[in-house]
């Protein structure tokens, strides 16, 4: 069936650092992936989405590629900012699940000044 | 953009009554309903698919007669716990989708906390 799997957390990084949160994903077709991000106390808020391989969604800084070859939608940025600490979640959508999101664990990011 | 809204955004009971929690969509027609359950430092965990004017589909393992799910209006779902526990306390979020969106917007969740 579908899954998602993404890095384990927590991440701890500087301000100004780099930031990767690996997420690959199983599922057959062409699914619709997306990251969403969760603040503390808070619902999910889309952060950004590609619906075809090679498309690459951005929003705020953050950066993915959809890459069918390798299955992957890597989250990046270039320059965290403590703003950035949350959870990111990754999240594929594939309408042989009836329109249902599949997560992955969630990845918890901590920016430290 | 898509809005979706969740009613009350915490509330606090005793242990044996029920709690109504209401999603809707504000500018929008939600054909499809999700209530999802949260525990800390996990994923997001699907109870059920609702479909407005159908009974809701629920995931293994997720107790009907304890999670009353109903999808009455285009606009608004309702999920009610049913005869509470403390093992009942959690985040719920809800999220909508409907036609043309190919994607779900989430509710800001609300926080149960059964004492």
């Known amino acids: 069936g579908n899954s998602v799997t993404q890095m384990e957390g927590p991440v701890t990084l500087s301000e100004e650092a780099f930031l990767t949160i690996n997420c690959t994903y199983t599922a057959t077709g062409y699914p619709s992936l997306f990251w969403y991000v969760q603040y503390p106390g808070e619902g999910l808020q889309l952060l950004l989405k590609a619906t075809k391989a090679d498309d690459k969604g951005s929003n705020k800084g953050f950066e993915a590629t959809y890459r069918k070859e390798t299955t992957s939608f890597h989250l990046e940025k270039g320059s965290v900012q403590v703003s950035d600490s949350a959870v990111y979640f990754c999240a594929l959508l594939h309408y042989n699940q009836g329109g249902k999101l599949i997560f992955g664990q969630g990845t918890e990011l901590s920016v430290k000044p | 953009g898509a809005v979706v809204s969740q009613h009350p955004s915490r509330v606090i009971c005793k242990s044996g009554t029920s709690v109504k929690i209401e999603c809707r969509s504000l500018d929008f027609q939600a054909t499809t309903m999700f209530w999802y359950r949260q525990f800390p430092k996990k994923s997001l965990m699907l109870m059920a698919t609702s479909n407005e004017g159908s009974k809701a589909t629920y995931e293994q393992g997720v107790e009907k007669d304890k999670f009353l799910i109903n999808h009455a209006s285009l606009t608004l779902s309702t999920l009610t716990v049913t005869s509470a526990h403390p093992e009942d306390s959690s985040f719920y979020i809800c999220?909508?989708?409907?036609?043309?969106?190919?994607?779900?917007?989430f509710g800001p969740g609300t926080r149960l906390t059964v004492l």
């Open positions: 999220s909508a989708t409907g036609l043309g969106y190919n994607e779900q917007f």
